[in-house]
């Protein structure tokens, strides 16, 4: 069964730092490539960063020098590190396997000003 399962969401302060991670079971992202999402309130849900199986990124523009998407050597665990975090930024985060298309549960962000 393919799960992923993100966590280290939470509150903190505008400038402040936080490291979500997505866990997968049943697939690995060698070979899928993964991505983050996020959907603030009465928002949709947008791209926020992608990593292909190659290790390539790519970043929303508002993000890009802040965020940076990765992976660990088994290719099991995806990382958001999110620095210099800005209120605009709150929203929930989500996870994506970008060859099965399976979703996590999502991780809530909240940046105060």
């Known amino acids: ?65 802040r965020f940076t998407i990765s992976t660990d050597n088994a290719k099991t665990t995806a990382y958001l590190q999110m620095d210099n975090l800005k209120p605009e930024d709150t929203a929930v985060y989500y996870c994506k396997d970008l060859k099965f298309g399976v979703w996590g549960q999502g991780t809530e962000v909240i940046v105060s000003s």
Do not use: H
Not at 4 to 18: D, I, K, P, R, T
Not at 38 to 44: I, V
Not at 47 to 64: E, F, G, M, Q, W
């Open 1 to 65: 069964q393919v799960q992923l399962v993100e966590s280290g969401g939470g509150l903190v302060q505008a400038g402040e730092s936080l490291k979500l991670s997505c866990a997968a079971s049943g697939i690995t992202f060698a070979s899928d490539g993964m991505a983050w999402y996020r959907q603030a309130p009465g928002r949709q849900r947008e791209l926020v960063a992608i990593i292909s199986p190659l290790s390539t990124t790519n970043y929303l523009d508002s993000v890009k020098g």
